[in-house]
Structure formats: structure tokens, C-alpha cells
């Protein structure tokens, strides 16, 4: 039955709590819910193909864009600041996702929980232009969370990096471990 009352919030909240309940129960182990976001085209077609792959490792993995009830700002006012999210990854590929970022990175309910991953060349340790405004502010976020990674670039000559996807299921894992030993 369809709560006519039901705000956007609470439609997903309801979605992220049901997909960590059903995945608790399948799995019978710590449960890590990941959410994966960066840009649309080419981009949110490997963040589906990234979340298929962490669920097959046995995480509840997901792209907002999943949820049939999504819109946009309902999910990041509301969403990412729920004690169900374990980890939000984001992929800064575009505009939209570098405000994503910088908006995430300075909200103390979300950046805990924020895995950034990022082009080796704009990482701020490892790439060759660290004084760009946005490398600074991966400095910074680095500097108070330790969550920024580079990832391989086109080029393997710029850099001696695992791939981003890679980099995206060591993190789950070594977490789901973190969090299931007190």
C-alpha cells in the first residue's frame, strides 16, 4: 500500500533501509552498505558495473540513480547522513560531482563516511599539479580523514596506482573488517 504522506525522505530512507535489511539477512555477516556516486554518462554506467561487482563480493553496494524514487537533493540532505550508509564513494569526473564533493567533504555528518577517488594527475601527493584549488582541498580532506586515493590514469606513465575499482573494494573490505572486530 502507497503512504500518500510519505515525503521523498522518507520513500529513501525506507528504499536504503530495505536493501540493508535484505542484505543482512542473505549474508549473515557485518553488513557494509556503499554508495557510489561521481557523473553520469560512460561514468554512472561503471559505477553500476562497480556496484554489481562489490555486491558479488558480498556488500550492499548501490548507485542512487538505482532507486526508483531518487531525486537528488531529498538523497544528499537526507541520506547520506544515515547511521545505515557505511561508506559513500564518489568519483570526481564532472562539475556536478566536484561540488559533491566539496559539499560532502565539509559536512561532519557525511565526510566520515566519504572515500574519494581521484585521477593520480589531481591527486595532491602523487600527481604533477598539486597546487590546484580543488588538489588543495584534497590536501585538506586528506589531512583530516586520510580518504582521498589516486587511481591509475590513462597514461601508467603518471603514475604506479592500482585502478579506481580496484581501490573501491580493498577499501570495503578492509572497512567490513574494521567494523566487525570492536
Same mark, same amino acid.
Given at each position: 500500500m502507497v503512504d500518500l504522506d510519505a515525503t521523498p525522505d522518507d520513500e529513501a530512507r525506507q528504499f536504503l533501509r530495505a536493501k540493508r535489511e +535484505?542484505?543482512?539477512? +542473505?549474508?549473515?555477516q557485518t553488513a557494509v552498505t556503499v554508495c557510489i556516486m561521481g557523473g553520469a554518462g560512460a561514468n554512472l554506467r561503471?559505477?553500476? *558495473?562497480? *556496484?554489481? !561487482?562489490?555486491?558479488? $563480493?558480498?556488500?550492499? *553496494?548501490? !548507485?542512487?540513480?538505482? $532507486?526508483?524514487?531518487?531525486q537528488q537533493a531529498a538523497f544528499e540532505r537526507f541520506m547520506l547522513r544515515e547511521p545505515d550508509l557505511d561508506l559513500l564513494v564518489l568519483f570526481?569526473? +564532472?562539475? %556536478? +560531482?566536484?561540488?559533491?564533493? %566539496?559539499?560532502? *567533504? /565539509? $559536512?561532519?555528518?557525511?565526510s566520515s563516511k566519504l572515500r574519494v577517488v581521484v585521477p593520480a594527475k589531481y /591527486?595532491?601527493?602523487? %600527481?604533477? $599539479?598539486? %597546487?590546484s584549488y580543488l588538489s588543495s582541498d584534497y590536501m585538506t580532506f586528506i589531512g583530516r580523514y586520510g580518504h582521498c586515493y589516486p587511481s591509475t590514469p590513462e597514461d601508467p606513465a603518471e603514475c604506479e596506482w592500482s585502478d579506481g575499482d580496484s581501490i573501491v573494494r580493498k577499501i570495503t573490505q578492509w572497512y567490513r573488517t574494521a567494523k566487525a572486530t570492536p
Open positions: +535484505s542484505f543482512e539477512r +542473505s549474508l549473515k561503471r559505477r553500476k *558495473a562497480l *556496484a554489481q !561487482v562489490l555486491s558479488n $563480493d558480498g556488500f550492499e *553496494a548501490f !548507485v542512487p540513480e538505482d $532507486d526508483p524514487t531518487y570526481p569526473e +564532472s562539475p %556536478g +560531482s566536484y561540488d559533491e564533493y %566539496g559539499t560532502f *567533504a /565539509h $559536512d561532519p555528518e557525511i /591527486h595532491p601527493i602523487y %600527481g604533477k $599539479d598539486p %597546487g
